[in-house]
């Protein structure tokens, strides 16, 4: 069974930084994007960043753009989100998501097939 559970969400000041995760289980990474989204309250899934096989691209949701870095690691079956100078507005439950492409990503949450349960960030002081 295809699993992710996402960890590494906390509460903190605005200016901070987090690193959230992403471990798969029950498949391995190979052969899929991978890709972050987040919701908040009362607003739909947005995407934040996504990361193809090999990590041969990369996209960023203008919002996060030189904030967020995302990353991953196959041999542990991992995609980290690296999140810096965090803002209020970035307060909400963060996603993993995988799809099968070799080539793409898309910041598109109806795209991804495997989902996890999420983790929670909330940017406050």
């Known amino acids: 069974q295809l699993q992710f559970v996402e960890s590494g969400g906390a509460l903190v000041q605005p200016g901070g930084s987090l690193r959230l995760s992403c471990a798969a289980s029950?498949?391995?990474?190979?052969?899929?994007?991978i890709g972050w989204f987040r919701q908040a309250p009362g607003k739909e899934r947005e995407g934040v960043s996504c990361?193809?096989?090999?990590?041969?691209?990369?996209n960023y949701a203008d919002p996060v753009k030189d904030r967020f870095t995302i990353s991953r690691d196959d041999a542990r079956n991992t995609v980290f989100l690296q999140m810096n100078s965090l803002k209020p507005g970035d307060t909400a439950v963060y996603y993993c998501?995988?799809?099968?492409?070799?080539?793409?990503?898309?910041?598109?949450?109806?795209?991804?097939?495997?989902w996890g349960q999420g983790t929670q960030v909330t940017v406050s002081s």
């Open positions: 029950g498949f391995t990474l190979a052969g899929y994007a």
């Open positions: 990361i193809t096989e090999n990590s041969a691209v990369t």
């Open positions: 998501g995988a799809t099968i492409s070799y080539d793409r990503c898309s910041d598109q949450a109806g795209e991804y097939e495997y």
